[in-house]
């Protein structure tokens, strides 16, 4: 970006300053914004990219005394004699009108979404491309956050490969089941992944207050009949049900759902938590879904006339999930390895048969959406400079 300012000047009592761009369109900038984020070493700490100033010595009222300008920078003087100066793209990357910070938002938190149903085409990548490349792992990152998973095919069939992708983004969440942990049949099982029955479309961990925003699962060995994998685009089913029955839509976005976790792993534990099942951002859109029948508490803290309506709804919600247009089914080969959303996509997996030994086994992870997107702003940045 290079801006040209055209003229600048001080309105409403010197509180606002007024920009004219060369391009054309005007941006207005409060005074007390202007100084909060004065940009001189005093103000700001550049090799931390962080602010020094402090609120408590900031005056909220303040207004400009004096403010010169040429195409590239404005130079403002305070009442104190403090002097800031403002570079032409670094105002015109945060002006305050809908379009531009709605511009700003989108480069920040990349939200565009792409719904799809029993049509996906899985996008598909390869492991060590993706270990090695910064455009191939940006693609991995990009494609995750807007279709909500990507398959990694050409991974060993060995422990360890998810730790590689844990270190490509920065770091692996760890949780109670260990840093990593491994989906097979087990004796006496502390979780019912770790059987060989049918798994119902669940997210993982809603019995944590924030759960796993990506998983990993790497297929190490897999079973001949059965143990197909399912997924389903959780913000699309809502959208479904929120067209078909507004009510049932309104009552799993607004009702507190109890889940619970016991066990020993990693270490003991005993885990509790309430979530909405479709949890809403403050403009009404679906952000999260907390989901997993199997952990879904016994005590349900709402008034006794609430509970028919709410298993209603819910079920309403499953069979959405359920039917044949919604679902997405596969089956995952030795060396694979799916990373996906765990805040938008439900999954399960069919049902196989126990052995005298272990016939199928995947090794799984989680990592934080803060970690990756920092990783995806990290390399969108790296690839555009050498661009």
Not at 70 to 92: G, Q
Not at 121 to 144: C, G, I, M, R
Not at 191 to 196: I, P
Not at 289 to 307: K, L, Y
Request: glycine share 6%.
């Amino acid at each position: 970006m290079t801006c040209a300012i055209e003229k600048a000047a001080v309105l409403d009592g010197a509180h606002l300053m007024q920009i004219f761009w060369n391009e054309g369109g005007e941006s207005l900038y409060p005074a007390v914004w202007l100084r909060d984020n004065c940009q001189c070493p005093d103000c700001y700490l550049h090799s931390a990219k962080a602010r020094k100033l402090l609120m408590e010595a900031l005056d909220v009222n303040i207004g400009i005394k004096g403010l010169t300008f040429d195409r590239k920078k404005v130079c403002i003087t305070w009442p104190n004699e403090h002097y800031s100066e403002f570079e032409a793209d670094w105002l015109k990357k945060r002006c305050f009108s809908q379009q531009a910070r709605e511009k700003l938002q989108r480069e920040l938190f990349l939200p565009e979404c792409q719904y799809w149903g029993a049509e996906l085409q899985l996008p598909t990548l390869d492991f060590e491309d993706v270990l090695k490349n910064d455009e191939h792992a940006y693609k991995w990152l990009s494609s995750l956050k807007k279709v909500g998973i990507v398959r990694l095919t050409g991974a060993s069939d060995k422990r360890g490969q998810i730790l590689k992708l844990g270190k490509r983004i920065g770091f692996l969440y760890l949780t109670f089941y260990g840093h990593t942990w491994q989906v097979q049949d087990k004796i006496d099982a502390n979780n019912v992944a770790y059987t060989t029955g049918k798994l119902s479309f669940h997210t993982d961990y809603p019995a944590l207050h924030h759960p796993p925003g990506v998983q990993f699962l790497h297929c190490i060995k897999q079973t001949v009949t059965g143990g197909d994998s399912e997924i389903v685009d959780g913000f699309n089913v809502c959208r479904k049900l929120k067209e078909k029955n507004p009510r049932a839509f309104q009552i799993l976005s607004s009702t507190f759902v109890d889940f619970t976790d016991i066990g020993v792993d990693y270490c003991d534990f005993s885990v509790q938590s309430k979530h909405k099942i479709i949890e809403l951002d403050d403009k009404g859109q679906v952000v999260r879904i907390n989901f997993n029948n199997a952990t879904r508490d016994t005590a349900f803290d709402v008034p006794v006339e609430r509970v028919q309506p709410f298993y209603a709804a819910l079920r309403e919600f499953v069979d959405l999930m359920n039917c044949k247009e919604s679902k997405f089914t596969f089956k995952m080969n030795p060396g694979d390895v799916i990373t996906f959303d765990n805040w938008r996509l439900l999954h399960g997996r069919c049902s196989y048969e126990a052995g005298t030994e272990i016939s199928r086994h995947l090794e799984g992870a989680y990592a934080d959406w803060d970690v990756v997107m920092s990783r995806l702003r990290i390399l969108r940045q790296s690839i555009q400079n050498r661009n």
